[in-house]
């Protein structure tokens, strides 16, 4: 950027770097809207997740699964757990049946950087225990989606995902699915997305903005060698607005991994650092509304109603060297710059000397 003739140096956040700010800290957490997860760094030597529930009402998990060279294995609180025997980077727990989660579930699994020496679920949460911690990330399986509790009604806005979101079903064995959705977060979960910076640029020629967003990662290496597979979000609600018809391309085709977010469905573009929004709309700033001549054909209540208008008017633009507040002041901005908004369209119905009090008004 450029400001009088001299090159403007941009300044830009840092995002956390796991050498300086995460490594020294000797606990740390990270909450971004880049990102369904929360992403944890910790020296200590153990962690604790689900923890104190009881004192919101709330039960703690009813079952935990984490995968095994010989398949996965699904306990309840007390049962035990092999921390040497587990295979991958994830645990899930998920809440059916615990107390105060009547209506709905919502299935987290926990992904860890370090092999536990030891993991236990009880009635106070699921416990590792490490030489030292590391990183760890923490997901709602399904986002904002509510799972339903047996005999209760669906919030989901896919039948595909209502239909293995039964957790009361998961006792005895894992869908497939779930299984895949859970192993594919985990590679999403290695590439941790900690800062977006945005540039723009204007084709007039064809009245498109286009829009480059490019992404910095935590990556973490774990001990079973994760295999890593970043996914650069878009924001939700631009998803949603994709999905309805909003005139967007995008450099590459968007991948749905039917998370839900409060704004929209969580989607990005995989295996890239950046990728470019191209939006077609410079046409509807350019464009003017044109409104039709006052009173032209409408008839005598038309015709009051430009009377009206136009009496308001004179009135509120007595003298053009100044501009009156509706509403007192600047300190009421919202009432404020609605009034500048409808004076200024309504300038077509004004007489001419009316007009042209109302021009040298709105400029002060």
């Avoid at 894992?174 to 204007?202: K, M, Q």
Wanted: hydrophobic letters at 35%.
């Amino acid at each position: 950027m450029k400001q009088n003739g001299k090159t403007t140096r941009r300044v830009r956040p840092s995002p956390p770097a796991p050498e300086a700010a995460w490594n020294s800290a000797p606990f740390a957490y990270l909450q971004t809207e880049l990102s369904p997860a929360t992403l944890y760094h910790a020296k200590t030597k153990g962690l604790r997740f689900f923890a104190n529930a009881g004192g919101h009402g709330l039960g703690a998990p009813t079952h935990a699964a984490y995968a095994t060279r010989t398949g996965v294995r699904i306990v309840r609180p007390g049962q035990a757990m092999d921390a040497k025997a587990m295979s991958e980077c994830w645990a899930l727990v998920w809440f059916a049946g615990a107390k105060g989660w009547t209506d709905w579930d919502s299935p987290w699994v926990v992904y860890l950087q370090r092999k536990p020496t030891a993991m236990r679920l009880d009635d106070n949460g699921l416990r590792f225990s490490f030489p030292a911690a590391g990183y760890a990330v923490l997901m709602p399986l399904y986002g904002y989606g509510k799972l339903p509790q047996p005999g209760r009604a669906a919030t989901l806005p896919s039948d595909a995902v209502f239909r293995l979101a039964r957790t009361e079903a998961w006792s005895k064995k894992l869908p497939a699915e779930v299984l895949e959705r859970v192993r594919y977060w985990a590679g999403v979960s290695r590439e941790f997305p900690v800062y977006c910076e945005d540039s723009f640029r204007v084709d007039p020629g064809t009245d498109t903005v286009t829009i480059r967003q490019r992404f910095d990662y935590v990556s973490i290496r774990d001990d079973w060698k994760t295999p890593h597979r970043k996914l650069a979000p878009i924001s939700p609600v631009l998803a949603l607005a994709a999905q309805t018809g909003f005139p967007v391309r995008f450099s590459r085709a968007p991948v749905d991994p039917e998370m839900f977010t409060p704004y929209g469905p969580y989607q990005g573009i995989e295996g890239v650092d950046s990728y470019d929004i191209h939006l077609p709309v410079l046409k509807y700033v350019h464009e003017m509304e044109a409104p039709d001549p006052p009173g032209a054909g409408g008839g005598p209540v038309v015709q009051e109603a430009v009377n009206k208008l136009q009496e308001t008017a004179r009135y509120k633009f007595r003298d053009p060297n100044r501009y009156e507040y509706d509403h007192s002041s600047l300190e009421n901005f919202c009432w404020a710059i609605q009034g500048d908004l409808w004076y200024a369209k309504a300038l077509p119905y004004y007489d001419a000397p009316t007009r042209k009090n109302a021009l040298a008004s709105l400029r002060k």
